[in-house]
């Protein structure tokens, strides 16, 4: 029998202490959610609730994003140098691998706010486990790997295609402002009021030795089968089936757009010919489901909160597409078309 597991979340209290501020603008024009409670979303799987109101960007406003800290963020899992290096150098890793490293944060909704000259400006923190202050105060390289943008004064050095980009893709992620690259480094230390927060946080997320932690429990328990006096032994295919029988595994995925349209991409390396009439693939406006039997089973549910998403992708290394697709639009269902090829090993699904 196949098993689920429970992600068990805890509630923990945010005091972030201040670390340094950066400025950019909005290179487009679009609306994002309000901090009316100072809510926050948490990347890697933690959510909070959010207000309801709405505020309009428009391109070339000035945005600040504060970097804080907090123990109580989850730290880093434990990684070799050289699996930190490779983040920063945008490198793919398996999270779900033994070198896989990455740092969880949480991202605040926007505030309101002004620039000097008193000119509208909104603000965004985004708080770390304190154990990330120590290497960004002695790693300049590592500072502006978690900004995730760069100077234009920066040395070229600093700027070696920082795909992870943390802080900015976070904030991307979380709403449809796309922000530039090219920033500032005010004076300050935190720009607006330092506020106490709440957020709920997977409790998978930290450390063996973390009170909080605690491991993910089966929601279905597979109970072994104990053969009977009175029960006749199994033979022939009924055996062979039983014996066979696998979980089909979440594939990795990602999209693009492609002239105008959605471009989903999915790894299918184990997929056959002889597979394919017994799979099915289906497209809703905010949801796509696939389904090979006994090698892979798909759900992309577009209107499912930004930490189940983040739960379900997360081994994948798929999370941060799940994210950024469910802030585009519906999926065209009467248009859509996808394309199994098997020699390539992907599903591409175009909509």
Known sequence: MATAAANKQVAVTLNPVPGFCVKTRATNDTVVHASITDGADVSRDTQVNRGSHLIPVTKDLKIFVNIAWDSNVPPPPQGSEEAVQRAMRGL????????????????????????????????????????????????????????????????????????????????????????????????????????????????????????????????????????????????????????????????????????????????????????????TLDVEPRRVLLSVPSLYHLDIDLNALDADLTATFSKTGSSMQALTLKRKRDLDVDNAKAEWRVADKTIVLHA
């Open 92 to 279: 793919h890793i398996d999270e779900s691998g033994p070198d896989s490293w990455f740092v969880p944060l949480v991202v605040s909704d926007a505030r309101r706010d002004s620039d000097k000259a008193g000119k509208p400006a909104i603000v965004f923190d985004a708080v770390f486990n304190l154990s990330i202050k120590s290497r960004t105060s002695k790693d300049v390289d590592f500072k502006f790997f978690i900004i995730g943008a760069y100077a234009s004064h920066t040395p070229s050095s600093l700027v070696t295609f920082f795909a992870s980009e943390l802080a900015f893709q976070r904030i991307e992620a979380q709403t449809t402002i796309i922000l530039s690259r090219q920033i500032g480094t005010p004076n300050i230390a935190f720009k607006g009021k330092l506020q106490t927060r709440q957020v709920v946080v997977p409790s998978s997320l930290y450390p063996p030795s973390h009170p909080k932690h605690c491991v993910p429990t089966k929601l279905i328990q597979e109970i072994p089968s104990h053969p009977t006096a009175d029960s006749a032994p199994e033979t022939g295919s009924k055996k062979q089936l039983q014996s066979t029988r696998v979980t089909p595994k979440i594939p990795s995925w990602s999209w693009s757009e492609e002239n105008s349209r959605l471009r989903i991409e999915i790894h299918v390396p184990a997929l056959t010919h002889a597979a394919i009439p017994l799979s």
